[in-house]
């Protein structure tokens, strides 16, 4: 034991001296100076001290270079850029396409009530999805730091909206989404086992978990691994995925097209209905600024984040699109609400013996789309504490296998959490009002950007229409429903983010931290084999 605590202390060591050795004559607090002692602080860190380096339009609070270099012999410890561009199509594809368009895409035939309505707001959740994508990769480009919408309020705002966000984020958004999925892996798994009657919710709920142990090993062993595991999961539900499209076209094909015909009958619906049928629809979108959360990892991130997302989203909208016609080839309107499984009611009319082959494609959809998830979301954990947002032992990476183990770990048992106490509806709800409001806070942020930082480095960059476009359709999706059918859940998320300046200001502003948190950070990190980070990221 005692080998082992020198061996740690020595590596934490050396990483401090490397980032006071790198950050010379740049005016970059090192970890050390960020949080007031020694570089294994336990908790919150408090803000940094402002840089005094500006960038060319005299703006100031600016990183000197727009991307960290390269992995060297030299380095200590960091998150190595193994990203090329078919795994970060991988990352989006395989994170979007889950159990959404397979198991409930009648949703938005309830809310909408034709079928013409409902197949144009799947189209446009695609193309809302590629614009606030196409926005997100300029500001990708411009801080291509991990964590995303964290970093870009760092940028834009300052630290205490970005706070707020990774408050949210690491303790509700990222893990219901992850229970969402995992909870939709264990209906369809423990289905094919249980056939006259419903399954066991205690069974459902120990078969998610074990898929959240599952995912979770993969991704702390091997960042190679978890990506191995993208690719191969991502493949195959694009598998499935072709085999719906080819059953649909073969009916289309034999003139089954009387469902298809009266597309637009029906009553028009309100702005309301509208509102909440696209919440359906992007939910089976979501996952399209993953590949944001992990940039510091990809390989030349300003070519390939903005190549992935557009092939990738067009990719997954084009899917959506066939699919939809190929399951009203097969079914009325009506069946397709009445199903509870969509996918597996085509399955049967079609595929005949090989009808297995639909719930099984939901349950590798589904595992694949978990594994995207948390990989990205144990990347937020890890640059929000970096910079003294979060404890500072979520931003260590393990010695060897270079994974931030703890951000995964902290993430998975948040998820086992809201898989034990919560249902599926009632976290789609939460999440997508919530997730909205900061779709639009990077939306302006952009747009904030343009005019403080007219000439910071843009490899990438969109018309100014695009991000004005997202956020008008942002402050829609979030107002809309509160004015249609007011629920006392959009005042508890409101205040349930809000409540996050209760710790920002004693824990990150004033820079309070117990005495206790560094035996307590001592303790996780030889209980988990992690150090901190050699290249810290450089905002300020």
Same mark, same amino acid.
């Given at each position: 034991?005692?080998?082992?605590?020198?061996?740690?202390?020595?590596?934490?060591?050396?990483?401090?001296?490397?980032?006071?050795?790198?950050?010379?004559?740049?005016?970059?607090?090192?970890?050390?100076?960020?949080?007031?002692?020694?570089?294994?602080?336990?908790?919150?860190?408090?803000?940094?001290?402002?840089?005094?380096?500006?960038?060319?339009?005299?703006?100031?609070?600016?990183?000197?270079?727009?991307?960290?270099?390269?992995?060297?012999?030299?380095?200590?410890?960091?998150?190595?850029?193994?990203?090329?561009?078919?795994?970060?199509?991988?990352?989006?594809?395989?994170?979007?396409?889950?159990?959404?368009?397979?198991?409930?895409?009648?949703?938005?035939?309830?809310?909408?009530?034709?079928?013409?309505?409902?197949?144009?707001?799947?189209?446009?959740?695609?193309?809302?999805?590629?614009?606030?994508?196409?926005?997100?990769?300029?500001?990708?480009?411009?801080?291509?730091?991990?964590?995303?919408?964290?970093?870009?309020?760092?940028?834009?705002?300052?630290?205490?909206?970005?706070?707020?966000?990774?408050?949210?984020?690491?303790?509700? *958004?990222?893990? %219901?989404? &992850?229970?969402? $999925?995992? =909870?939709?892996?264990?209906? /369809? #798994?423990?289905?094919?086992?249980?056939?006259?009657?419903?399954?066991?919710?205690?069974?459902?709920?120990?078969?998610?978990?074990?898929?959240?142990?599952?995912?979770?090993?993969?991704?702390?062993?091997?960042?190679?691994?978890?990506?191995?595991?993208?690719?191969?999961?991502?493949?195959?539900?694009?598998?499935?995925?072709?085999?719906?499209?080819?059953?649909?076209?073969?009916?289309?094909?034999?003139?089954?097209?009387?469902?298809?015909?009266?597309?637009?009958?029906?009553?028009?619906?309100?702005?309301?209905?509208?509102?909440?049928?696209?919440?359906?629809?992007?939910?089976?979108?979501?996952?399209?600024?993953?590949?944001?959360?992990?940039?510091?990892?990809?390989?030349?991130?300003?070519?390939? *984040?903005?190549? %992935?997302? &557009?092939?990738? $989203?067009? =990719?997954?909208?084009?899917? /959506? #699109?066939?699919?939809?016609?190929?399951?009203?080839?097969?079914?009325?309107?009506?069946?397709?609400?009445?199903?509870?499984?969509?996918?597996?009611?085509?399955?049967?009319?079609?595929?005949?013996?090989?009808?297995?082959?639909?719930?099984?494609?939901?349950?590798?959809?589904?595992?694949?789309?978990?594994?995207?998830?948390?990989?990205?979301?144990?990347?937020?954990?890890?640059?929000?504490?970096?910079?003294?947002?979060?404890?500072?032992?979520?931003?260590?990476?393990?010695?060897?296998?270079?994974?931030?183990?703890?951000?995964?770990?902290?993430?998975?048992?948040?998820?086992?959490?809201?898989?034990?106490?919560?249902?599926?509806?009632?976290?789609?709800?939460?999440?997508?009002?919530?997730?909205?409001?900061?779709?639009?806070?990077?939306?302006?942020?952009?747009?904030?950007?343009?005019?403080?930082?007219?000439?910071?480095?843009?490899?990438?960059?969109?018309?100014?229409?695009?991000?004005?476009?997202?956020?008008?359709?942002?402050?829609?999706?979030?107002?809309?429903?509160?004015?249609?059918?007011?629920?006392?859940?959009?005042?508890?998320?409101?205040?349930?983010?809000?409540?996050?300046?209760?710790?920002?200001?004693?824990?990150?502003?004033?820079?309070?931290?117990?005495?206790?948190?560094?035996?307590?950070?001592?303790?996780?990190?030889?209980?988990?084999?992690?150090?901190?980070?050699?290249?810290?990221?450089?905002?300020?």
């Amino acid at each position: 034991m005692r080998d082992k605590i020198s061996q740690l202390f020595c590596l934490q060591k050396n990483a401090c001296k490397n980032n006071s050795a790198d950050n010379r004559g740049h005016n970059v607090p090192t970890k050390a100076t960020r949080n007031g002692s020694m570089c294994a602080n336990g908790t919150f860190g408090a803000e940094r001290p402002e840089a005094t380096e500006t960038d060319s339009s005299g703006t100031g609070r600016m990183r000197k270079s727009m991307e960290r270099n390269g992995s060297t012999q030299n380095d200590t410890v960091h998150l190595e850029r193994r990203l090329g561009l078919f795994s970060g199509v991988a990352l989006i594809v395989g994170t979007m396409i889950g159990s959404g368009i397979f198991v409930s895409p009648s949703g938005l035939l309830v809310r909408t009530g034709s079928v013409g309505i409902s197949f144009i707001i799947w189209l446009a959740c695609g193309l809302l999805s590629l614009l606030g994508a196409l926005a997100y990769a300029e500001l990708g480009t411009m801080n291509t730091s991990s964590g995303a919408e964290w970093a870009y309020f760092m940028d834009a705002y300052g630290p205490a909206p970005a706070f707020l966000f990774s408050w949210v984020s690491t303790l509700v *958004l990222k893990p %219901s989404q &992850m229970a969402i $999925i995992c =909870l939709s892996f264990a209906q /369809y #798994a423990v289905e094919a086992f249980v056939t006259e009657c419903d399954p066991p919710r205690g069974v459902v709920k120990m078969v998610a978990l074990v898929a959240i142990v599952m995912i979770l090993f993969v991704n702390c062993y091997s960042v190679n691994l978890g990506m191995a595991v993208q690719n191969i999961f991502t493949a195959a539900k694009l598998v499935a995925v072709v085999i719906v499209i080819c059953g649909g076209a073969w009916k289309l094909f034999h003139g089954n097209t009387q469902h298809l015909s009266n597309a637009f009958n029906g009553p028009m619906p309100n702005i309301g209905a509208i509102a909440t049928a696209f919440y359906t629809g992007l939910w089976a979108y979501d996952g399209w600024n993953n590949l944001n959360y992990v940039t510091e990892e990809i390989k030349n991130p300003s070519k390939n *984040l903005p190549r %992935s997302i &557009m092939i990738g $989203i067009p =990719l997954v909208t084009l899917c /959506y #699109a066939l699919i939809n016609i190929s399951y009203l080839a097969a079914m009325s309107e009506q069946e397709m609400i009445e199903s509870e499984a969509v996918a597996v009611t085509f399955g049967n009319r079609i595929l005949g013996a090989l009808a297995w082959l639909m719930p099984l494609s939901v349950t590798v959809s589904t595992f694949g789309s978990a594994n995207g998830t948390l990989f990205a979301a144990g990347r937020l954990c890890f640059a929000a504490s970096r910079e003294g947002h979060l404890l500072d032992i979520l931003s260590y990476v393990h010695v060897r296998r270079l994974t931030p183990a703890p951000g995964l770990i902290f993430h998975s048992l948040i998820a086992s959490a809201m898989v034990l106490h919560g249902t599926i509806d009632s976290l789609i709800d939460f999440f997508s009002f919530t997730a909205w409001i900061f779709y639009g806070g990077a939306m302006l942020a952009l747009i904030v950007m343009r005019y403080t930082k007219p000439n910071y480095p843009r490899p990438y960059k969109v018309p100014i229409i695009i991000p004005v476009v997202v956020l008008v359709i942002s402050v829609y999706l979030v107002a809309a429903p509160i004015f249609e059918t007011p629920r006392i859940e959009y005042l508890y998320a409101l205040l349930f983010i809000f409540a996050g300046l209760i710790f920002y200001v004693p824990f990150v502003k004033l820079g309070m931290t117990p005495r206790f948190m560094n035996k307590v950070t001592l303790f996780f990190q030889l209980l988990l084999e992690v150090v901190p980070t050699s290249s810290m990221a450089m905002f300020e």
